[in-house]
Each structure stands twice: as structure tokens, then as C-alpha cells.
């Protein structure tokens, strides 16, 4: 099912686009001094920007039709979901024990991230079709 996509929602798509292009970046190019200082191995981050980079097209594709469908905005949700879901446990479960500066980066992205999923979410449910009991 197709919808048009509302300007908040794109909105949100688009920072979401852009703010995963810049992070992708930084992590690819960056990787090695982003690693000492935030006690996170090297490998890590640049895998993370890696998976970044189609990530960013595609939300950035997007956010740049006029109709989308509610899977292509839901697995926009799903992906972030899922990066915060990994950023709890890198910093909760995992055996990286990162500095102070990088439990701040971390946290701090995943707040982010949930807050875009959160607006994402709400956007999509103001485009699904009312029911007949509503």
C-alpha cells in the first residue's frame, strides 16, 4: 500500500539520510581517531559506517518520492530499532568497554536514532487508513 508522503515525514527521512551520510563518514574516515578516544575497536566503527552507507541511500531515496509504502517507511523503523537495540548491548552485554567520551557517543546516538524511529513511527501511523470504527 502507497501513500503520500507527508512533509514532516520526509522531514524525517531526510535528517535521518543525512545524519547517517555524515556518521558514515566519520567513522570510515575518522575510524582511527574516533577509536582511541572513545575506547571502541577500530574495526567496529568502520564496519558500522559501512553499514551506513546503503542505509543513508535508501532513507534518502525515500524521503525523496512523492509516494512511499508503509513496508519501505517500516523497515526505515526496523533498521533504526535494530541499531539502537546493538548500541544498548555494545555498551551493556558486549566485551568493548569504551571511555567515558564513548559511552556518551554511543548513548547519545541511540537516543537520537530512537527519537527518528519515535517520529518515523508517528508519521507513518498518521498516513495508515482510519478504520471504520474510528
Request: charged share 15%; no cysteine.
Amino acid at each position: 500500500m502507497t501513500f503520500a508522503l507527508s512533509n514532516g515525514l520526509r522531514r524525517t527521512l531526510t535528517i535521518d539520510a543525512v545524519v547517517s551520510a555524515a556518521s558514515a563518514m566519520l567513522l570510515l574516515f575518522a575510524g582511527d581517531e574516533l577509536a582511541h578516544w572513545l575506547a571502541v575497536p577500530e574495526a567496529l566503527l568502520r564496519y558500522a559506517g559501512i553499514l551506513l552507507v546503503p542505509f543513508a541511500i535508501y532513507v534518502g531515496t525515500l524521503a525523496r518520492r512523492e509516494t512511499v509504502t508503509r513496508s519501505g517507511v517500516g523497515a526505515v523503523i526496523g533498521m533504526n530499532i535494530a541499531w539502537v537495540v546493538a548500541s544498548v548491548w555494545l555498551v551493556m552485554a558486549s566485551d568493548v568497554r569504551p571511555s567515558p567520551a564513548g559511552y556518551a557517543f554511543i548513548v547519545s546516538q541511540a537516543m537520537a536514532v530512537a527519537l527518528l524511529a519515535e517520529l518515523q513511527y508517528m508519521g507513518l501511523r498518521r498516513a495508515a487508513p482510519r478504520s471504520a470504527a474510528a
